[in-house]
């Protein structure tokens, strides 16, 4: 498991996906309060906009909160899903899996390797996203408190790792990336259309982003349903994608 995983971490460095993820995220954490500072005046230089930006309320830290993570979750949530859905059937496509699992290594620790680094990737973009957020937060604003702000992206992370199974599930299942990005625009479509339904929003990602908000802001309730259920999701599709790849032929 060990060396799979190094393995695996060598292979994000070296094709530049941990470099990808690292900027993306710093990126718009650092731009995020900005602009939720700047939009009003942003508004101005439009032609023909000026009168949104009048009616425009003045920026608060809320403002630059809900910035944060309106940007890191649409844009983390496709990265999630792009990277994750050609770590597998790109393997089996190349045909790359066939021959390292020919050497003494378990198909699970083939793909909880594989989980593992990118989750470390993910884990060391939204610090990166955190420490830039919170400083130009902290510039623009005032301070938010350190604790709520680090649970906060704890929790984005969870929702990063929800996407992310559910990509490699979809790349466990296909034997081409193509395919397997198709499946993973279904699942994504599925999620986003049982989340329509108020109840079923409140325990899964809506309710855990909900829970991430008052976090930083230091106010409102816990939401460990939610958290519990982001949870199982993914440890349900990890194992998912163990006892389907134990029986698949490469």
Same mark, same amino acid.
């Given at each position: ?123 060391? %973009? ?15 604003? *005032? ?49 986003? #259309? ?9 325990? #899964? ?9 008052? #976090?930083?802001?230091? %106010? ?28 698949? *032929?490469?």
């Amino acid at each position: 498991m060990k060396t799979a995983f190094f393995k695996e971490w060598l292979e994000q460095r070296r094709t530049h996906r941990l470099l990808l993820i690292c900027v993306v995220f710093f990126v718009f954490g650092l731009a995020s309060p900005l602009l939720a500072k700047f939009m009003p005046e942003i508004m101005k230089t439009v032609p023909g906009a000026e009168f949104i930006a009048d009616i425009i309320p003045a920026p608060t830290l809320v403002d630059a909160v809900t910035q944060y993570l309106k940007n890191l979750t649409q844009f983390g949530l496709l990265l999630a899903v792009l990277v994750a859905m050609g770590m597998v059937s790109g393997e089996k496509d190349k045909g790359t899996a066939a021959l390292v699992l020919a050497k003494p290594l378990s198909r699970t620790a083939f793909l909880l390797a594989k989980a593992a680094a990118l989750a470390l990737c993910f884990a060391i %973009a939204l610090l990166l996203a955190a420490v830039a957020g919170w400083y130009y937060t902290f510039l623009l604003f *005032e301070p938010l408190p350190v604790g709520g702000w680090l649970a906060m992206n704890g929790l984005l992370w969870v929702y990063f790792g929800v996407y992310a199974a559910l990509g490699l599930l979809a790349s466990t299942l296909s034997r081409t990336p193509l395919a397997s990005g198709g499946l993973a625009l279904g699942m994504i479509i599925l999620l986003a #259309l049982v989340e329509i339904i108020p109840a079923a929003k409140d325990v #899964l990602t809506g309710g855990l982003l909900a829970w991430a908000a008052n #976090l930083a802001l230091g %106010a409102g309730e816990p939401a460990w349903a939610a958290l519990a259920v982001c949870l199982g999701v993914i440890a349900a599709a990890l194992a998912a994608c163990v006892l389907l790849f134990r029986r698949q *032929e490469l």
